[in-house]
T-cell receptor, first 112, second 113 residues
Framework: GENVEQHPSTLSVQEGDSAVIKCTYS??????FPWYKQELGKGPQLIID?????GEKKDQRIAVTLNKTAKHFSLHITETQPEDSAVYFC???????????FGTGTRLTIIP | DSGVTQTPKHLITATGQRVTLRCSPR?????VYWYQQSLDQGLQFLIQ???????AKGNILERFSAQQFPDLHSELNLSSLELGDSALYFC????????????FGPGTRLTVT
């Protein structure tokens, strides 16, 4: 089955700086890679996703890049704000499968 | 607000008991997924239903079962509860059965004492 590794487990950045979270996946047949943000006491919220036929996707301050050859994908948050503080999860979905395999999460803290 | 609703928000029960968690998907979504989130196991996929039928199974224990009703709401039944079953249980929904956006509900926090 698919295995997703996520780094770092914790990340602190100054407000206004950029944050990068990286994930690697094991199965080259995975074709869908979403990122979720989870705030305390809430369910995961889909913030951006990318499919295997695309190398990069951007939505305002958030971008995701995918390197299929190396089997890794990254989340980039620019101009970070205090409300970006949360736990972020990457995930991968295997083609023909229905289940998301999640990374272990990154706790992002934005320092005012 | 994702549009996915889950009840109850909190549940405290004793070992050996049985509980039922309920999920209503977003309007128009046919697929419902159940996930368990614990500190040591992270977010784990349990089971998926699509339009009333089981579509995929993950790391779901035999003591756990689920179903999706004709109105598309779903219930997750947990029986013979153990201390280790204490966790957050999330339901997610998506429009179709294939790879697409899954939207999560607020979760049910289960505490087994």
């Amino acid at each position: 089955g698919e295995n997703v590794e996520q780094h770092p487990s914790t990340l602190s950045v100054q407000e206004g700086d950029s944050a990068v979270i990286k994930c690697t996946y094991s199965d080259s047949a995975s074709n869908y890679f979403p990122w979720y943000k989870q705030e305390l006491g809430k369910g995961p919220q889909l913030i951006i996703d990318i499919r295997s036929n695309v190398g990069e996707k951007k939505d305002q301050r958030i971008a995701v890049t995918l390197n299929k050859t190396a089997k890794h994908f990254s989340l980039h948050i620019t101009e970070t704000q205090p409300e970006d503080s949360a736990v972020y999860f990457c995930a991968a979905l295997l083609e023909g499968n229905e289940k998301l395999t999640f990374g272990t999460g990154t706790r992002l803290t934005i320092i005012p | 607000d994702s549009g996915v609703t889950q009840t109850p928000k909190h549940l405290i029960t004793a070992t050996g008991q049985r509980v039922t968690l309920r999920c209503s998907p977003r309007s128009g979504d046919l697929s419902v997924y159940w996930y368990q989130q614990s500190l040591d196991q992270g977010l784990q996929f349990l089971i998926q239903y699509y339009n009333g039928e089981e579509r995929a199974k993950g790391n779901i224990l035999e003591r756990f079962s689920a179903q999706q009703f004709p109105d598309l709401h779903s219930e997750l039944n947990l029986s013979s509860l153990e201390l280790g079953d204490s966790a957050l249980y999330f339901c997610a929904s998506s429009v179709a059965g294939g790879p697409g956006e899954q939207y999560f509900g607020p979760g049910t926090r289960l505490t087994v004492t």
